[in-house]
């Protein structure tokens, strides 16, 4: 988890981070860096190397793009179906252009309320945030380790890993797709349900939809397909047998 405040005026960001951590001590929420960006190339950066499900407070109207905080929104929304975005802004005209970006803002916070009523609507969304990150099953997370970043997939939304180029590991996951520097063996020896069944794969087992066997292709939730080797296919289905039922052509 991570909460991102996207805000150009430093005394409007810090007075912001201020309220967050003063309701996260008081709700006895879990610990959540809270971190602060003025320059939206920083902010992509930032969250590129880190998939976890965040909560964004994006300023809409910033002095070098009067537009930037809904490019921002819609360029996460491209990768990332999950995380809550909300608008803090005192131009509450440009609600309605959110549409247009496919943001799925949950809210618009106006800054220029009074602060009791500012705090109040910054509590409702941190309530929102940490009860659908718990709904969604934090307690079974898959961490894997970098040099320079530690990435984070709810483990009932991996599909599988596929390894691409230059020691470079790609996730899919059910709503995104995540590439990183790593091994499929170190990644297949991490959990007894994710299962190597190519040299290039690693598929979540219990994501598995279908094995044909005469093709040897697997067939996951999304009914994408990923190969099985022959060698790997007994232990393929004794493995997946033991977690779930599926179809067998």
């Known amino acids: 988890m991570g909460i991102y405040v996207f805000e150009d005026n430093l005394l409007q960001s810090q007075a912001i981070v201020k309220i ?5 001590d008081l709700e006895c929420y879990p610990k959540t860096d809270i971190i ?23 300023d809409i109207h910033t002095k070098r793009n009067p537009m930037s905080g809904l490019e921002i929104a819609k360029q996460i929304r491209q990768n ?13 005209e440009l609600a309605l252009q959110s549409y247009k970006y496919y943001s799925r803002a949950t809210a618009f916070i106006e ?3 009074n602060i009791k009523k500012m705090t109040d609507e ?9 009860s659908e990150f718990h709904s969604a099953g934090s307690h079974d997370i898959f961490y894997y380790d970098t040099k320079h970043s530690t ?21 899919h996951t059910t709503n995104q797709i995540v590439d990183f520097y790593g091994t499929l063996n170190q990644i297949s020896s991490m959990d007894d349900r994710l299962f190597r ?6 598929v979540n087992l219990l994501n598995i939809k279908k094995v044909n066997k005469s093709s040897r292709m697997i067939v996951v939730a999304t009914d994408t397909e990923i190969p099985v080797s022959r060698s790997y296919y007994k232990d393929l289905m004794k493995k997946v ?8 052509e």
């Open 80 to 92: 990332d179906q999950n995380s809550v975005i909300v608008f803090i802004t005192s131009h509450s």
């Open 20 to 24: 967050i951590m003063g309701i996260c």
């Open 122 to 130: 910054i509590s409702d969304v941190l309530k929102i945030y940490f």
């Open 241 to 248: 047998l033991m977690c779930n039922e599926i179809e067998r």
């Open 36 to 58: 602060c960006y003025s320059k939206s190339e920083d902010l992509f950066k930032a969250i590129h190397k880190d998939c976890r499900t965040h909560l964004f407070f994006l």
């Open 197 to 202: 069944s190519h040299h290039s794969y690693v």
């Open 111 to 113: 800054k220029t309320q």
């Open 151 to 171: 990435f984070h997939f709810l483990f009932h939304e991996i599909l599988f890993f596929e390894s691409i180029y230059d020691h470079r590991i790609r996730c």
